[in-house]
């Protein structure tokens, strides 16, 4: 029996920023034992916007959330999670809930922190895979429903350039992939209005509190057509495709390589040397996301 693979944005934009990458990653699944600082400490905001959206069903009163999301970050330090993030934690998450959610969260109603979902999707070569991705919060404005992905970068002033985020391809593809939802009848389970994109500066500031607070949070509509979304699932599709036919696997010549979890291993095998012995020691094996395939 075929499997239809299903098949994330992470995954797509790994293949066509360096195909090496792309075959360390998802053919041959490895990924680092030490995953670093900046991954860690986005991973952890992630995690408590996500209480923090699920604390706001339950009360809208600031001091209150605040106690709760306070109670739930220091609990961290029991867990034995690296403190130097559970400070910064700490102090992203108090301006978030006291200065920033206030302005950009009136009136909503929580739909979902963390919505999972999974589209079917068909190639341009008639091939069927899933779209599959986390929304990280969906709401309710009045009658439309907004999706929201939230972002985290650890350097100052680091938000994106003008129209980096309106052009989002995640945001476009993950959207297009929620209206194609439908239920038994053919009703659109998530009719999406639109997209928006926050943006979290995480930078250690000596003093973060008095940073004026669009310096360090940011949130920017992303507002899209029916033909810019459909534009983007052939888009998509055609990527698709593309990877599962891949066979050579080229590294990527972009400045980001200094930056890459494979880099020593990718010298190592650019240079003809084996790359085992590295891989063996500073990586281990995945088993959630593989590349998609054609049987």
Request: glycine fraction near 6%; aromatic fraction near 12%.
């Amino acid at each position: 029996m075929n499997v239809v693979p299903k098949v994330s944005f992470s995954q797509v934009q790994t293949f066509l920023r360096c195909r090496k990458k792309w075959q360390y990653g998802y053919v041959n699944q490895w990924v680092p034992n030490e995953p670093g600082m900046a991954m860690e400490m986005g991973d952890y905001i992630h995690g408590k916007m996500d209480i923090y959206y699920q604390l706001l069903r339950q009360t809208q009163d600031v001091d209150e959330l605040w106690k709760m999301m306070e109670a739930n970050i220091i609990e961290d330090l029991n867990l034995e999670v690296n403190g130097e993030i559970v400070a910064r934690g700490i102090k992203t998450m108090w301006r978030y809930v006291h200065e920033f959610a206030p302005i950009i969260d009136a009136g909503i109603t929580v739909v979902e922190p963390e919505l999972h979902f999974e589209a079917p999707m068909v190639t341009p070569k008639e091939r069927p895979f899933i779209l599959e991705g986390y929304i990280d919060l969906a709401y309710w404005k009045g009658p439309q429903l907004i999706v929201r992905d939230h972002k985290t970068t650890g350097k100052p002033g680091n938000f994106r350039k003008k129209g980096e985020t309106e052009y989002d391809m995640q945001q476009a593809t993950y959207i297009g992939g929620l209206r194609q939802i439908v239920d038994e009848e053919g009703k659109q389970l998530f009719p999406v209005f639109r997209g928006e994109v926050t943006e979290l500066v995480t930078f250690n500031y000596k003093d973060f509190t008095a940073v004026p607070i669009d310096k360090v949070m940011r949130r920017t509509p992303t507002f899209r057509a029916d033909r810019a979304i459909a534009a983007a699932m052939d888009w998509y599709g055609n990527v698709v495709d593309q990877m599962i036919e891949e066979e050579v696997f080229l590294r990527s010549l972009e400045n980001g390589c200094k930056y890459c979890w494979y880099k020593e291993p990718c010298i190592l095998s650019s240079q003809g040397v084996d790359d085992g012995p590295i891989l063996s020691v500073a990586f281990r094996k995945k088993s959630d996301e593989r590349r998609p395939t054609a049987t």
